[in-house]
């Protein structure tokens, strides 16, 4: 028996009626909201990280490395023994760790811009910052990693925190907060500069001085008096008197602060000075 098919009973299909209805009369998706957008370029960021976990290693071994080798090397000369120095040492080298992985957040917009992905990015209709903020959360798994990572090796080594645990995860919570801050300084050359690992050479270039002029490694009382006036202004020196402040429970309000200041100050100039190379790039 031969079935028939009538006008009745047949769905209706695209290009039926009047040509083009089909095509104007489709439901169009509407735009992701901003938080949605952040979050989907923020997991974008996490799975960066589980395709390429080689970049995770420099992570793990990098505070591993400085406490092993400051501790040992220059314990004793500094300190008066390596165990002595290394509860002064030890909240110092996790500043020096997370500013020194705050380059993975510029490398990262980097590579999206001279890839030709940021170019992708502007033709679809989501809202454009977001995918500088979803950064963000690739960039605080990192600090994580690496803050737990030089905890642990220290508490092997024989670091021993007067506040506790919970002066250790304070401490871990105020440099989260002070890594991101700087993250945006890296993130904002991420955009100008011409390649990803002109990052890498540029970044080391600042983080080098301003780093080993600070008193991550040694207590500035024994400097000059122009070095300690050079010692004072540099961020990492408050991030690292906080950070020993709230692990050894004597810190002060003028330290946190003092630090507290300074991650609001970088915040505020450099992250929408990013948005707004990143709009123009």
Known sequence: MTTK????????????????????????FAPPGAATAVLVHGERALLKIKHAPQQLIDIFVMPLVFLLMFTYLFGGAIG???????????????????MTVTLYAGTALSTDITGGVHDRFRTL???????????????LVRYTIVLTVGVLVGLALGFR??????????????????????????TALGVVVPTPETITTAGMMVLGPLLFTS???????????WMQFVVDLNPATHASTAARGLMH????????GALLGICAALTAVFLPLTVVLYRRR
Not at 170 to 176: D, I, M, P
């Open 5 to 28: 098919v009538t006008k009745a009973t047949r769905q209706a299909e695209p290009g039926d009626g009047v040509p083009g209805e089909g095509l104007w009369a489709r439901e169009r």
């Open 80 to 98: 008066g023994s390596a165990r002595d120095y290394l509860q002064y040492l030890l909240p110092g080298i996790l500043v020096l760790s997370v």
């Open 125 to 139: 209709p989501f809202w454009q910052p977001a995918s500088v903020l979803g950064t963000l959360f690739g960039g």
């Open 161 to 186: 925190p007067d506040a506790g645990v919970g002066g250790v995860l304070l401490t871990v919570l105020a440099l989260l907060l002070f890594a991101i801050s700087v993250g945006w300084v890296f």
């Open 215 to 225: 008193n991550i490694f040694v207590d500035p009382d024994t400097m000059p008096g």
């Open 249 to 256: 429970g004597t810190a002060t309000v003028g330290e946190i």
